[in-house]
């Protein structure tokens, strides 16, 4: 049976040790398993505080994170690398052994051309050092690829499944994210049943979003996708209802939700739900 993970910006834009622990309430109280944080600050957050929560709370904690402009990891892997230790550090503190996101780039930062093959190379060979230190701390990592408009180093799962492929590590493993795949992908069931054999992670996010199953993404080809390619992993529901100062410019997000934080929850849940068990996930 599918677990189901919520990611805290459908509550709050900035992680604090107050609003950080009334997400983690939130997500609780929803129905969630688990709730997925955005360590973008591993310097301020409050790892003790936040794991009495989430005991307290009875779920657990994944994270995810975008790396620092200042630490674009194909410019400056040295920076990149220390920055992600150091979240590494946090969640194993707070009992997480879950990390994704943009763990080999940052969002906004281009250089007006493709990639290059020596920047991939030192993505994994960075990566390569940093999946031997999340080992250590029982941690697995998530390698999410993101649309054009956000960065250029990696767009479709086909390029995150050579990225991880490439870095061969048994704790490095692919975070899809189906509001970049409606972007960049042709279509959604070929991608996931390709990828499957490293596919770990799913942010289950909608084309505006907002609530799932409001916009253009074709569910029932994610679903069946998830289906045929016998994925195990989690369903984490991404809808931002609150707005991260630090990712705004990246991600241009500069309207409104279409619907407030209960209910992006609250019917997102039932939606994810319904959907996997019509298909036996």
């Known amino acids: 049976m599918a677990k189901y993970g919520a990611h805290a910006f459908l509550w709050i834009g900035d992680w604090t040790t107050a609003s950080g622990n009334f997400a983690i309430a939130e997500a609780a109280k929803i129905g969630f398993d688990f ?37 674009h990891m194909p410019k400056e892997p040295e920076k990149a690398k220390k920055y992600l230790i150091h979240a590494l550090d946090k969640l194993e503190e707070v009992g997480g052994t879950y990390l994704c996101g943009c763990l080999g780039f940052a969002l906004g930062v281009f250089t007006g051309k493709p990639p290059t093959p020596e920047e991939r190379q030192v993505v994994v060979d960075t990566l390569v050092e940093v999946a031997l230190e999340a080992r250590k701390r029982g941690i697995t990592l998530g390698f999410e690829c993101v649309n054009r408009y956000e960065g250029y180093m990696y767009n479709a799962l086909a390029d995150g499944r050579d990225t991880v492929k490439a870095i061969g590590m048994d704790n490095v493993t692919l975070h899809a994210d189906t509001y970049h795949m409606n972007i960049e992908e042709d279509g959604f069931y070929k991608p996931l049943v390709e990828c499957a054999d490293v596919l770990g992670y799913i942010h289950m996010s909608e084309s505006n979003r907002g609530l799932v199953g409001s916009g253009n993404v074709n569910w029932e080809d994610v679903f069946r996708g998830l289906a045929d390619a016998r994925y195990k992993g989690p369903l984490v529901l ?27 929850a609250r019917e997102g849940l039932k939606f994810l739900r319904t959907r996997a068990e019509q298909v036996g996930l």
Do not use: M
């Open 238 to 264: 991404e809808s931002f209802a609150a707005i991260n100062e630090d990712l705004q410019s990246a991600t241009c997000l500069w309207r409104p939700p279409n619907h407030p934080p209960g209910v992006l």
């Open 35 to 71: 709730i997925e944080i955005p360590l973008l600050r591993p310097v301020r957050f409050d790892a003790q505080a936040h794991k009495k929560a989430l005991e307290e709370a009875g779920i657990y904690a994944t994270a995810s994170l975008v790396l620092p402009r200042e630490a």
